[in-house]
């Protein structure tokens, strides 16, 4: 039924989820409606309807404009709307804070160990402070343009559990032992809290990175995938960059570290080695 009142087209319908056709005969048959995903609806409303040939007769005076999604799960429809300019902002500050700052500090903290003067621990905290700050004004512009925060896609609680543990981790940095003085045995309160910084620090990475991906793809949902293609390949490129950076830099670290246990190894040999040396005179 189609009718139009007061300025209010007003459309009912019915088809089934799942066409009893054979899809083999006729491909419209394959277009089976999940009920939890936002359906795509586009109309046309005409005089009359047929299955014939367009005439005079039956040709339509209003048609949508764009696409319509309706939420069955919901019993509402909303028009799409191009991607809004503060969620293009979320999306950059969310893209920055996980991307490029938190997991620099991390790199910060995991092999710049060798600069003087502990800068790397400084480098390490300013990365860290400054992806924490960008996090929550990302997080705030999102939930002010969507006048609310509910936790009903995978996004949000992606989001919401990667911003927890890394919002954890300065509480963590705070409530950290005193670190050991040069010669001195690392305590095991020290040992436990620096696997659990490591643990925590790098699942919040982990998290973060989902929940960048799934914000892409609840991009693509809700306004269309041609809007964030591009940035969905632009991300995977930046993120397999990412993954070989670390690659290499770990296979640096443990060249350095195998170069330390030989020279080790080395300097343990030649000194037994002068042990026996001296030794030997007393023994004959």
Not at 211 to 229: C, F, T
Request: charged share 20%.
């Amino acid at each position: 039924m189609c009718k139009s009142e007061n300025g209010i087209i007003t459309l009912e319908f019915t088809r089934p989820l799942n066409p009893s056709c054979d899809p083999d005969g006729r491909p419209e048959c394959n277009n089976i409606v999940e009920p939890s995903t936002p359906l795509k609806v586009i109309w046309a409303m005409g005089a009359q309807w047929s299955d014939d040939h367009l005439s005079v007769g039956n040709m339509h005076f209003v048609t949508s404009k764009r696409p319509m999604s309706v939420l069955l799960m919901r019993g509402s429809a909303e028009a799409e709307e191009d991607l809004r300019p503060v969620l293009g902002v979320h999306g950059f500050m969310m893209f920055l804070a996980w991307g490029i700052l938190l997991p620099g500090g991390i790199l910060a903290a995991r092999y710049l160990k060798h600069v003087k003067d502990d800068n790397w621990f400084r480098i390490h905290v300013y990365l860290q402070y400054s992806g924490l700050a960008i996090v929550f004004l990302g997080f705030l512009f999102a939930v002010a343009e969507l006048r609310g925060l509910t936790f009903d896609s995978v996004h949000v609680k992606f989001g919401m559990l990667a911003i927890l543990l890394a919002v954890a981790q300065p509480l963590n940095a705070y409530l950290r032992p005193k670190k050991p003085a040069n010669g001195e045995e690392t305590s095991k309160k020290r040992l436990i809290w620096e696997y659990t910084h490591i643990i925590i620090g790098r699942s919040a990475i982990v998290v973060g990175v989902a929940a960048l991906i799934s914000g892409m793809k609840h991009l693509g949902e809700r306004y269309g995938d041609e809007n964030v293609h591009g940035l969905s390949w632009a991300m995977i490129v930046w993120l397999l960059i990412g993954a070989l950076t670390v690659m290499y830099l770990e296979y640096h670290e443990m060249k350095k570290r195998r170069a330390g246990y030989l020279e080790e190894a080395i300097g343990y040999w030649v000194m037994v080695r002068r042990r026996m040396l001296t030794s030997s005179p007393q023994a004959g």
